[in-house]
């Protein structure tokens, strides 16, 4: 796969936010002029709490307007016309909770009614769809009863009744045990192959193994994109790792970013960023998402090119 300078995959494009901004109602500016260009394959969009992830995620999904910038879905503008859009969009909403009373058959079928789908072919999508979020079992049983993974699942299932070419799942693993955390994610790789998929979460091993291709924001903004390597490589030689006396941590910590802190019998080991060696006896450790996760929150701007031109 090639990519543009600002770490987008080549190829082609189905859905864009161009420059992107939403500023709520009392001020509060939630996104800042963001552009993310998606064409099939899984994005994972990392950020911490409040960094913008359900805003941008709503306005990809024409629930919210932007308050400036466009949304282009197959070249046309879709905040004026956003109808071509929605007929082939799932969404999951990062509250989603569905119709507690409703058994998990139910609720689907209500919902492929609402889309219009035929009895005949409602009944079949169902089925299907209940079987690939490996619900089957549990499809008559009310969904006030489904665990925090059952419920997340059926909000995927929902979310592809109409077979979407954009999904767009907000927090998609919240709540959810390790197990159901992994099946989630194998899961939402698969949609991948063929659609457009974009997935956010404050978690980076939720996107580590599944996500070829990761956009970083914080504060509204985008601070990086590329796949994991990409990420990696603006690190080199920037991580070590140190080992010293519990006082002297608060020193280092006010001068460079600590991405782990590890308490041990004889002090506290510390992995910091930093171009030169951060205290004596630091040694060099290799990189891994973690650090670029942490790099591009506190740096705002790359140190070097996120993404090298292959
Ligand atoms: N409806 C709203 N009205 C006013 N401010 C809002 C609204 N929704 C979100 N915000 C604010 O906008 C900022 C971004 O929120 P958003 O929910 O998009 O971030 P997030 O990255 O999804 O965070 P989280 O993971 O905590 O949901 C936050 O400061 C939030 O308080």
Known sequence: MTRN??????????????????V????????????????????????PNGAGKSTLLRIAATVTRPSSGRVIFDGADAVARPEALRRTLGYLPQDFTGYPKLSGREFLSYLAAVKGLSRRSARARVDELLELVNL??????????????????IGI?????????VLVVDEPTAGLDPEE????????????????VLLS?????????????????AGGRLRRRGAPADLLRPLAGRVWEVELPPQEVPRLAAGHVLTRTLRTPTGVRARVLAAEPPAPGAVPVTPDLEDAYLDAIHTPQPAAPTVVRR
């Open 5 to 22: 300078k600002t770490g987008e995959a080549e190829g082609r494009i189905v859905l864009e936010l161009v420059d992107v901004g939403k």
């Open 24 to 47: 709520y109602r009392g001020g509060r500016r939630a996104v800042d002029g963001l552009t993310l260009r998606l064409g099939p394959g899984l994005v994972g969009l990392l950020g």
């Open 136 to 153: 089957t079992d549990a499809a008559r049983r009310p969904l006030g009863g489904y665990s925090g993974g059952m419920r997340r699942r």
């Open 157 to 165: 299932a929902q979310a592809l009744l109409a077979d979407p070419r």
């Open 181 to 196: 955390r992994v099946r989630l994610r194998n899961l939402l790789s698969d949609l991948a192959a063929d659609r457009v």
């Open 201 to 217: 979460t404050h978690i980076v091993s939720d996107v580590e193994s599944v996500a070829g291709d990761i956009a970083i924001v």
